[in-house]
């Protein structure tokens, strides 16, 4: 009898204990796959930034100043000139814009969409993968214009404030068993938001 008991007791035991080395080894690769997907939406993040903030910086550069610099803005699209060779030779005109979620609808993230940019309506050039781009534009008073910017008011904008979320296009793990498919999933994400850029058009 006492030698039952000891087995049945060896054998809870070492069932606790396999559900505890189970438990443990899928929080570490929990852990590791956040910490792989952190890393990878922080690189496309940064190189998707620094596209944008050197242009966004420069739109306007060689626009005479009797010239308007800024052709449309909007909050998910923005169009200007700039002369992009610096020879003097003729001025450049600049689109970016975000595309649709359903360009992606392979990933399986649903936000997934792309940030384009076109120079002069020739195709448009995938700048990077984001789950947001958003677009605002204030005035040198400080007031917010509304989008999209009439014509009128174009020539008003100072600054432009980009916002940008990143997102892993894969999920890392389903954020419960209520939901079905990747809108009950969760994604490493990294967010990103310039709100002091000022073109040279505006400096004028």
């Not at 070492?14 to 204990?17: H, P």
């Not at 940019?117 to 020739?122: I, K, Q």
């Not at 310039?194 to 004028?204: E, G």
């Given at each position: 009898?006492?030698?039952?008991?000891?087995?049945?007791?060896?054998?809870v035991l070492?069932?606790?204990?396999m559900?505890?080395?189970l438990?443990?080894?899928?929080?570490a690769?929990?852990t590791?796959?956040?910490?792989?997907?952190d890393m990878?939406?922080?690189?496309?993040?940064?190189?998707?930034?620094?596209?944008?903030?050197g242009e966004?910086?420069?739109?306007?550069?060689?626009?005479p100043e009797n010239e308007?610099?800024?052709?449309a803005?909007?909050s998910a699209?923005i169009?200007f000139?700039?002369?992009?060779?610096?020879?003097g030779?003729?001025?450049?005109?600049?689109?970016?814009?975000s595309?649709?979620s359903?360009?992606?609808?392979?990933?399986d993230?649903?936000?997934?969409?792309?940030?384009y940019?076109?120079?002069?309506?020739?195709n448009g050039?995938?700048?990077?993968?984001?789950?947001?781009f958003r677009l605002?534009?204030?005035?040198?008073s400080?007031?917010q214009?509304?989008v999209?910017?009439t014509?009128?008011r174009?020539?008003?904008i100072?600054?432009?404030?980009i916002?940008?979320?990143?997102?892993?296009?894969y999920?890392?793990?389903s954020a419960?068993?209520?939901g079905?498919?990747?809108?009950?999933?969760l994604?490493s994400s990294?967010y990103?938001q310039?709100?002091?850029?000022?073109?040279?058009?505006?400096?004028?």
């Open positions: 009898m006492a030698d039952s008991i000891d087995m049945l007791f060896s054998i070492g069932s606790m204990l559900i505890n080395i438990t443990v080894n899928d929080i690769s929990e590791y796959s956040v910490y792989s997907g990878s939406v922080q690189e496309i993040l940064v190189t998707t930034v620094q596209v944008l903030e966004f910086r420069n739109m306007g550069f060689g626009v308007q610099t800024v052709l803005a909007d699209s169009t000139l700039i002369d992009l060779d610096r020879n030779a003729g001025l450049d005109t600049v689109r970016y814009f595309g649709d359903t360009e992606l609808n392979y990933t993230n649903q936000r997934d969409r792309f940030v940019r076109t120079v002069n309506g020739t050039l995938k700048v990077g993968v984001v789950t947001t605002r534009y204030l005035a040198m400080g007031e214009l509304t999209p910017v014509s009128d174009l020539s008003e100072h600054e432009v404030e916002t940008l979320e990143v997102q892993n296009p999920a890392v793990h419960g068993t209520s079905v498919g990747p809108t009950n999933s994604h990294s990103w310039q709100t002091r850029l000022a073109s040279q058009n505006s400096r004028r």
